[in-house]
């Protein structure tokens, strides 16, 4: 049984920046591909950026291009979203969640996925 954990939310202000953190107990991080999403009060939970196992892939929202990179570690045990220019629309609890096959634009429909993290918040002030 796989399971995830986000760290790295916090609160920033408006053109700040932050690094989000996902880990994996149970199973490597590395036998999966892995997508980020967040979900902000009274809103639907919003594709954000996905990487392939390898690290090879990558799969970004419009909105995220440029400001947000996805990235994976050496070992690929550990995924990240350094987040610049944060805005307070970017205010938001941030999940990732893991999935064994990489599905290219498939990584954006949060259905897809197999396992999530409790998420972590990320508050950005004005």
């Known amino acids: 049984q796989v399971r995830l954990v986000e760290s790295g939310g916090g609160v920033v202000q408006a053109g700040g920046s932050l690094r989000l953190s996902c880990t994996a107990s149970?199973?490597?991080?590395?036998?999966?591909?892995v997508g980020w999403f967040r979900q902000a009060p009274g809103k639907e939970r919003e594709f954000v950026a996905a990487?392939?196992?390898?690290?090879?892939?990558?799969h970004y929202a419009d909105f995220v291009k440029g400001p947000f990179t996805i990235s994976r570690d050496n070992a690929k045990t550990t995924v990240y979203l350094q987040m610049n220019d944060l805005k307070p629309e970017d205010t938001a609890v941030y999940y990732c969640a893991a999935h064994e096959i990489w599905g290219g634009v498939l990584m954006a429909i949060p259905g897809f996925y197999e396992k999530w993290g409790q998420g972590t918040q990320v508050t950005v002030s004005s």
């Open positions: 149970g199973r490597t991080l590395s036998d999966f591909a």
């Open positions: 990487i392939s196992d390898s690290g090879e892939h990558t």
